[in-house]
């Protein structure tokens, strides 16, 4: 089994930033296609961001430009950096990871992420 875990949610005002860390533990990570996934209530979960093994990287239309994710192999640690926050990004973010199949296999618990005006 993998394990993810998420840091870096807190409250922030419109217009501002935070980057979300995600630890992942086993000797894979590289290997891994993970991704940062959100959620609010009353929506169904929506994929933000995701980057493969090789580095490409693939973006929701909604933060396109001001999102940015990433990885570092050595670390076993994905990243996303967010800024220009609007209110509209307020969620709960989780990151995942897949191997070969389409569908995510293993979940992080959440971070809050809430911006407010």
């Known amino acids: 089994q993998v394990q993810l875990v998420e840091s870096g949610g807190g409250s922030v005002q419109a217009g501002g930033s935070l980057r979300l860390s995600c630890a992942a533990s086993?000797?894979?990570?590289?290997?891994?296609?993970v991704g940062w996934f959100r959620q609010t209530p009353g929506k169904e979960r929506e994929l933000v961001a995701a980057?493969?093994?090789?580095?490409?990287?693939l973006y929701a239309d909604s933060v396109k430009g001001r999102f940015t994710i990433s990885r570092d192999n050595a670390k076993n640690t994905l990243y996303l950096q967010m800024n220009s926050l609007q209110p509209e990004d307020t969620a709960v973010y989780y990151c995942?990871?897949?191997?070969?199949?389409?569908?995510?296999?293993?979940w992080g618990q959440g971070t809050q992420v809430t911006v407010y005006s």
């Open positions: 086993g000797r894979s990570f590289s290997a891994y296609t």
């Open positions: 995942a990871a897949r191997v070969l199949s389409p569908d995510y296999d293993y």
């Open positions: 980057i493969s093994s090789r580095g490409n990287t």
